[in-house]
């Protein structure tokens, strides 16, 4: 696997099998490099326009309960929330100012929730590609496949800094009962961010300050 910023050789490959509805335990492996029956490398492949790492209502369920009830009982002078003709459902505001925000940006997440976002639990360690592949990515020659694949990550230090960290924002969704209408999802950084900045009406705070 020929990338921008690194190459990945594997040898002795037999073959590939699809294993990408196989999510269970935080498996994120799309398909496996096989050698014989020994599973060689893990791949999960993520287009070149995708934006999300993930869905987290799981993942982040216990800490969105955790924040409402935080935002309701001690909201910072910045932020908090409203209620909605909705019961139990609410609306992230700006207390001081009556405005409401499309959403939290919540930063700094601990690195092992960054290995486990990206890379799952598969077994050897699941290299991320970034990549939209077409048939012209593929080169057979002299009994080695060139693979063209764009962006490889392979350990965490691959995305610190990178349009592709992932970032937590909290967002609004009325069908998120459990958790007061807010509705977790991990982006790459430049999902919300350009040149530095925020986009959008959102407001940032990290996660230390969203778990107190």
């Known amino acids: 696997m020929k990338g921008k910023n690194k190459t990945l050789t594997y040898k002795d490959i037999t073959g590939a099998t699809e294993v990408g509805r196989d999510t269970t335990g935080g498996k994120k492996a799309d398909a496996r490099l096989m050698s ?15 934006s999300m790492w993930e869905s987290a209502d799981r993942r982040y369920k216990e800490l969105m309960q955790k924040f409402s009830a935080k935002l309701l009982k001690d909201p910072y002078p910045n932020l908090g929330l409203r209620p909605t003709e909705k019961t139990d459902i609410y609306r992230l505001t700006n207390p001081a100012t009556n405005q409401d925000y499309s959403g939290v940006i919540i930063t700094d997440l601990p690195n092992s929730e ?18 939209t592949f077409t048939k012209n990515d593929f080169k057979f020659s002299n009994n080695t496949l060139t693979i063209d694949s764009g962006y490889v990550m392979s ?24 958790t007061n209408g807010l509705r977790p999802i991990v982006y790459n950084r430049d999902h919300a961010y350009k040149n530095g900045a925020i986009t959008g009406n959102r407001i940032e705070i990290s996660y230390d300050e969203a778990i107190k």
Do not use: C, M, Q, W
């Open 36 to 50: 014989g029956d020994t599973v060689v490398a893990n791949i999960s492949i993520k287009k070149g326009n995708a």
């Open 155 to 178: 350990e965490l230090s691959d995305i610190e800094g990178t349009d592709y960290e992932p970032i937590l924002v909290v967002r609004h969704d009325v069908t998120r009962t459990a």
């Open 114 to 131: 960054e290995e486990s976002i990206i890379f799952g639990t598969d077994d050897p360690k699941t290299v991320v590609v970034k990549k």
